[in-house]
């Protein structure tokens, strides 16, 4: 550091001093950061709830719409209207279910896992925790969990590219070609694919900063309950993460249910988690009741 202040590098690598203006705005900015972090971690639960039982939740028959086995290695698409929910099933224990969504009236809003991470302050998404719009809006509320937390929004799926890396062979089904096809299903095109969300994808960061999978944290008969805040398209893929650690190609079939979820109570625990999701909440009505979607 030289007496002008601290030294940074250009986009050229070159080493530049900051003036005494910039250091404060670095210091101010910084300063806001941890009141806003500060804030939004004073705000939430101290602790979420527990996971729910497997032999827990059950779905009343007369709330269900639709059930659709997905086989490993392949993909499913559908609309799902507001309140209704969707419940992605770990039948066997080795499935791992990669989502993509989007508003159905305007598929240039969709899902933004970045967003979903930072404004929860959060990057283990459970019971109690939200799903992000790139708009700043809700798209999901998660309201059942049996993993407590065993899923990936960090990493992003598996493309051909990982799986020969993994397998050696170019042959096998992977998550970014099935949203491609998905995609195109939906009226879409492969410029409306972005990063997914992985479910029944044990991974967490270690100390380093490093990816680390979790074999023990998945297991078969897990399941969770995805209800849908605004009309979404949805696209999953059933496919392995690319941190899997299996050298076989093992992708079990997953079970998806769609039903009529209950009613949303004011005390709605996703509604209520932390300041964050209860602004996200408000983008949501705000919109809603000024668009034709109410």
Not at 8 to 34: D, F, H, P, W
Not at 152 to 165: F, I, P, Q, Y
Not at 192 to 212: L, M, N, T, W
Request: charged residues 25%; neutral net charge; contains cysteine.
């Amino acid at each position: 550091m030289s007496r002008d202040g601290p030294a940074c590098l250009s986009e050229k690598g070159q080493t530049m001093i900051l003036t005494t203006e910039q250091q404060a705005e670095v210091a101010a900015n910084r300063k806001r950061y941890e009141e806003l972090k500060a804030a939004g971690q004073g705000h939430a639960p101290r602790a979420l709830p527990s996971p729910t039982p497997r032999d827990g939740a059950a779905i009343a028959t007369s709330a269900i719409i639709h059930r659709e086995i997905i086989p490993g290695g392949w993909y499913w698409t559908t609309r799902l209207n507001r309140g209704e929910a969707l419940r992605l099933v770990n039948t066997d224990g080795t499935s791992c279910i990669s989502l993509l969504a989007w508003r159905a009236a305007d598929a240039s809003e969709r899902l933004n896992h970045a967003d979903t991470i930072k404004v929860q302050w959060a990057a283990t998404l459970r019971k109690g925790r939200v799903i992000l719009s790139d708009m700043g809006r809700v798209l999901f509320s998660i309201v059942e969990d049996t993993t407590g937390g065993a899923h990936d929004a960090l990493a992003g799926g598996s493309t051909a590219t990982t799986n020969e890396a993994r397998y050696h062979t170019t042959t096998l089904r992977n998550t970014r070609d099935n949203f491609i096809l998905a995609a195109g299903k939906l009226g879409l095109d492969r410029r409306d694919v972005h990063p997914c969300i992985s479910f029944f994808a044990p991974v967490h960061v270690d100390a380093e900063g490093r990816f680390q999978w979790d074999a023990g944290h998945r297991q078969a008969g897990d399941f969770i309950d995805l209800r849908a805040e605004m009309d979404v398209l949805v696209a999953l893929s059933n496919c392995p993460h690319p941190l899997d650690p299996s050298p076989a190609y093992t992708s079990g079939s997953a079970e998806i249910v769609r039903y009529r979820a209950e009613s949303i109570r004011r005390d709605d625990l996703c509604r209520t988690a932390s300041a964050e999701a209860a602004r996200a909440f408000e983008n949501n009505a705000f919109f809603l009741n000024s668009s034709a979607e109410a």
